[in-house]
DNA sequence: ACTAACATGTAACCCGTTACATGATTAT
DNA sequence: ATAATCATGTAACGGGTTACATGTTAGT
């Protein structure tokens, strides 16, 4: 059960509801690990039948009410039992190599055309990165223990994606090579 | 269908049967997206359904016999669609990042065990990835097409995996300022 | 009236993993 | 005999995606 421990993670500090557990899954912790709003409410209420989340309507003025979960006691000892736990990672299952190894003389343009695509949303999110960096994560040996935690995984992101657009820039010369 | 594409681009060159392409993919493509022999089985057969495959016994001396499976003129249609499609590319989901976001003194030393351990499976892959590259593509240029896909999906891998590498050094430096 | 954002869910399906199951052949 | 490798499958389960479904409130 991966989403759960998510979920549970990020309701380590605050209250939050179904909706917006998913939109922060956006951000944050959705950058390493996305979730649907089905899924999300589908999992809150299994992880509440095992008594790990407590859940309580909160009235709201101007907008409909919302169902906040919070992490139990027990949640919280589940939750920092999984992290001991070995868990198996998977290699991520890209399409896009898939398909480079389907290159050929006819789809050479519209493979260098998703390259190009993916470059741009990678300059975006690493855009982004690096905003949350400058404003949280300056200097991240005076953080309190789990923010350095979180630093890390922010690090990885920007390494990735960083290394991701030399590869563009790598294969969409190559490609250039590629004749039609 | 994911996987299904996997297996024919797989086929693009040779026919194989289930128990080689479970093997196979291990290698080279399975570094990009690994599937289990069950899983391939499942999938032949769904592939042979819809006629994008043929199936051919092959009798063996000293080993059981073997299917051995082979693009279908319809099959090597769908695939060269398959690659002019839009496929939504889900962003790697990766537990040590969500325990990362768990990060505290009880638990600094397991993350930093495991990290460790990311690290050392990494170096091996990675000395695989460099003498895979040093014996087959040492030019891309010079490539024939299709294998110009294949090395970039290589290259790839091996930009992730050092970077990745970088990023442990950096992960198990911060986590030694971790007090516990 | 209509649209956008907020808010929560169910149902059907697909895909992948784990466990279970069988059998051939070679080498020790 | 028995272990290792080759070879092919079925069944049960878990988890994720897509489609469907409902309702509130605020702003135009």
Redo the contacts with the bound molecule.
Sequence with gaps: ????HAIMTALLEDEL????L??DFETSLGFFW??????I??????LSDKGWLSKREVS?????????YGLTTDGREALAEWVFSTT?N?AA?DNLLVKLYNLDADNVAHLAGEITARREEMMRRLYLYAKIRRRHYEQPETLPTRRKGVYLALALGIRQGEQFLAWCDEALDLLATVET
């Design positions: 059960m991966a989403l759960g509801s179904g909706y917006e998913a939109r996305q979730a649907s709003h089905q899924q409410y589908l999992e809150l209420r299994k709201q003025s101007g907008k409909p009410n919302k169902i906040v198996r998977q299952k």
